[in-house]
């Protein structure tokens, strides 16, 4: 292969040409402002050529997102509401984008997107476009389509969010256990299961609808264990796969919780229960709970009992269940697992400030532990 550098046009800007072996005409650019500029392009393009990568100028970000949407999101039966989070990520790079080809987005140009949709979005969700993003580079990438990493050194800011992360969970251990003892001592199948359902979330960590989808056969009795690999979407009254793959696992219980397993089964029997599906939260009356109804109960518990956050959601008890785990040293690896992460990076952006809490206690343990009684001879 061989490139040449051209000067054209009244602003004297620089392009590149790359011929291949025959002197074909393989690829070209213009509009850079210095020759470096030019063969910093060229040179890395050229080598990319010689590994096998290909110049598609009809590969947009736009149709690149539509084909990795087809092939990736659309096989794993996500719930609608996931796949319209996708949907509405996809609309925006199409709006943003249109049909500009992969290799001509600038980070600058890229950068400019992400501003504007963190204009009107939270930081999280900026967050998530942005992976998305970079997922369909991935994408890009595997096809060996040739393009500069636009998101490299990217900057995410973004509304602040609704609810405050403090927001998010029970910060003491004495509330948590508090509001643990009140649902253990007050639940009754007959009434409603919800506390019930409140309770061995609290004491698990899983996501509403896994805990919500759990059946008998879930509970390993001898292992001492929960199995979750469904959920349950009480919305459209269906069941749905596991969120991702890592989210099939096994949760470790304790005897406590065991005895409230066997108090729901022994409950259940006592009663006639429309159940074909076998499953634990099912009310005698209205049915398998929704997420509302749920969120309300907990809301009207923690109001009784002056346990803040007082709007604390479902999705609280998850956090809550992370943060006293993480308060505890659990190693987080294992609590990856645990919560049905592939890795820690979601552990960490979550839970981050309490991890750095944890780490200032480390810290001062580790000052105290270097000190020495000077007064006894150590010699």
């Known amino acids: 292969m061989s490139i040449s550098y051209q000067q054209r046009g009244k602003k004297k800007l620089w392009n590149y040409r790359i011929f291949d072996k025959n002197k074909k005409l393989v690829t070209s650019k213009g509009g850079f402002r210095t020759k470096t500029e030019a063969k910093q392009e060229a040179i890395q393009l050229e080598i990319e050529l010689l590994k096998g990568f290909k110049i598609d100028n009809q590969a947009s970000l736009s149709n690149l997102w539509e084909q990795w949407f087809e092939l990736y999101i659309i096989p794993q039966n996500f719930k609608e509401s996931t796949l319209n989070k996708h949907k509405n990520f996809g609309n925006h790079i199409k709006k943003f984008f249109g049909d500009t080809p992969l290799r001509d987005i600038k980070a600058s140009v890229y950068q400019k997107f992400i501003n504007q949709f963190a204009e009107k979005n939270v930081k999280e969700t900026v967050r998530r476009l942005n992976n998305e993003v970079k997922q369909i580079l991935s994408f890009a990438k595997k096809e060996r389509i040739f393009f500069h990493d636009f998101t490299k050194d990217v900057k995410i800011t973004g509304r602040p969010s609704k609810k405050h992360r403090s927001e998010k969970y029970i910060h003491s251990k004495s509330d948590y256990f508090k509001l643990l003892n009140y649902l253990e001592n007050t639940a009754n199948y007959e009434k409603s299961v919800i506390p019930y359902l409140l309770f061995v979330q609290l004491k698990t960590g899983m996501r509403f609808a896994e805990v919500l989808g759990l059946t008998w056969d879930c509970i390993l009795w001898d292992e001492k264990s929960i199995y979750t690999y469904r959920r349950y979407d009480s919305t459209n009254k269906k069941w749905t796969d596991a969120k991702t793959p890592d989210s099939i696992r096994t949760i470790p219980i304790d005897d406590e919780l065991i005895e ?41 518990i923690l109001k009784k009992l002056d346990i803040i956050p007082l709007n604390l959601t479902c999705t609280g008890n998850r956090h809550t269940y992370a943060s006293i785990l993480i308060s505890e040293g659990i190693d987080l690896w294992v609590l990856a697992k645990i919560m049905g992460h592939k890795d820690i990076t979601q552990i960490i952006e979550t839970y981050g400030h309490l991890i750095n809490e944890k780490e200032k206690k480390e810290n001062d343990r580790i000052r105290l532990l270097l000190i020495y009684d000077k007064s006894i001879d150590h010699g």
Do not use: W
């Open 260 to 300: 409230i397993l066997l108090r729901i089964k022994k409950e259940q029997s006592m009663y006639y229960l429309q159940n074909p599906d076998n499953m634990l939260f099912v009310n005698f009356y209205s049915g398998i709970p929704t997420n509302n109804a749920c969120n309300k109960h907990l809301q009207s």
